[in-house]
């Protein structure tokens, strides 16, 4: 294994012109900017735009803290990309990767322009010792390595930050910006932090496996999570006062998705057919938000649910049937990219309609079959074999304990319509968490990252 890395790094070296800095993937490096040892026993995430955040007396607070205690604590600086146009957060990695980066910051403190622009990157690289050429490479053409930090570091923040928090993580724990700022408690969330870290090596944890120790404390309890009860548009007997676990399980074949098929967590919004009402489509543009924070690791399913007995039940069930039957025959769509399925795609271009509730189902149908290309006499076939089956399938999510028209599932549990995108994203988290992060770069991950070859030998 050795000898082949040592080939790899010679081809690359060998391939490279003269006086180029020559980029290698190593499996050995951390990803992300840091100060302080691996196995440190305290390690504080800061999560922080270049130029704002970095002039906050809470930053150099902990960075004094660090500078005190340099062998218990670490700093894994996650660097989250500006509200401008300045492409900063790219110039910050590259420094990172040339070992740079504590020049990199000292040199932006000099400057009085708040948009950097790339020439002014370059004079601040260039003051800072970096490679102005490699930059230069780099803010023209972003490696896909720095984006991926980048969108990882988003990705976290969405998972631990809810709502519009400002804080860091203590060995994985929120601690607000506010608290940060009392007299003294920054020097008591170590104190504790520390000590809850000598607590679980005393208990045998490695130090290498502390981070991970961490991860699984720190991850959020579902149960613990509260969901407001809201106003459903339609009930089916009495609705529980907490979220119960549907059971059976609901039976999702076969229905519209969001998302990769093979995700490890679904969020099902349960709802009428028709044009949905303002709670229903809240609950599903917080679900699809939720989906895109997680990306492959969650997809978004939509069920039909409604009272059967009402007067346009069987209305309601050839409109869902109709879905059904979308997804299996097949529509076509403009953005042959999008995570959609056919049946989703169905379901949004009847949303986008907007038609009134006294438009009959047949007229839905005449109206979006020709529109999104469905094989009319396979379409046909299939709903003449798929009549009733919506129906069946509210009755058995009835009695599996669905109650509410909009409803919301995560991790099997049957909550309220949840419009809040922050409070899905906390509910997700916690049904993921700790084992969220395959291939995600946390605390102490393992992954490849771009480095300099020459980075030892600089001073």
Not at 329 to 349: I, R
Request: glycine share 6%; with cysteine; net charge negative.
């Amino acid at each position: 294994m050795r000898l082949a890395l040592v080939v790899l790094l010679c081809a690359a070296t060998a391939a490279a012109s003269p006086g180029k800095l020559v980029r290698v993937v190593s499996s050995d490096l951390d990803a992300l900017p840091s100060r302080g040892p691996k196995d440190a026993l305290v390690t504080i995430e800061v999560f922080f735009r270049l130029r704002i955040e970095t002039r906050w007396p809470e930053f150099k607070a902990i960075e004094h803290l660090q500078a005190e205690h340099p062998s218990r604590i670490r700093i894994l600086y996650r660097i989250e990309k500006g509200p401008n146009s300045s492409r900063l957060h790219y110039a910050a990695l590259e420094a990172y990767a040339e070992g740079r980066f504590d020049d990199f910051l000292a040199e932006l403190e000099t400057q009085s322009a708040q948009n950097l622009t790339d020439a002014q990157l370059v004079q601040v690289a260039v003051a800072a010792g970096m490679n102005t050429e490699q930059l230069a490479e780099v803010l023209a053409s972003p490696p896909a390595e720095f984006d991926r930090v980048l969108d990882e570091n988003l990705r976290r923040y969405h998972q631990r930050f809810h709502g519009n928090q400002q804080g860091v993580l203590v060995n994985g724990a929120f601690v607000s910006r506010s608290d940060i700022n009392k007299p003294g408690e920054l020097e008591r969330v170590y104190a504790s932090a520390k000590e809850q870290a000598l607590d679980l090596l005393d208990r045998g944890v490695d130090p290498s496996e502390l981070a991970a120790a961490f991860e699984s404390q720190a991850a959020p309890n579902p149960l613990f999570i509260t969901v407001p009860n809201g106003s459903p548009d339609d009930t089916v007997g009495e609705v529980p006062a907490q979220p119960m676990l549907a059971t059976p399980a609901l039976d999702l074949a076969g229905m519209p998705s969001y998302g990769p098929s093979d995700a490890s967590q679904t969020i099902v919004v349960l709802c009428v057919p028709s044009t949905p009402t303002n709670t229903c489509r809240l609950a599903l543009r917080a679900a699809k938000l939720a989906q895109e924070v997680y990306a492959d690791r969650v997809r978004v399913v939509w069920a039909p649910f409604f009272d059967v007995t009402r007067d346009d039940a069987s209305e309601l069930g050839l409109l869902a049937d109709a879905a059904l039957c979308a997804e299996r025959v097949g529509a076509s769509v403009a953005d042959f990219t999008s995570p959609s399925s056919p049946g989703w795609d169905w379901l949004q271009a009847m949303t986008d309609a907007r038609y009134h509730r006294r438009v009959s189902a047949d007229r839905v149908l005449s109206d979006l079959a020709p529109l999104l290309h469905v094989d009319e006499r396979s379409f046909a076939g299939c709903r003449a074999h798929q009549a009733g089956t919506a129906i069946r399938w509210v009755v058995a999510a009835t009695r599996a304990g669905v109650h509410a028209s909009p409803s919301t599932v995560v991790g099997g549990r049957i909550y309220p319509a949840i419009t809040d995108t922050n409070l899905l994203q906390q509910l997700v988290a916690a049904e993921l968490e700790p084992g969220d992060c395959d291939g995600c770069l946390r605390l102490d991950s393992i992954v490849p990252a771009w480095r300099g070859d020459d980075r030892a030998a600089r001073p």
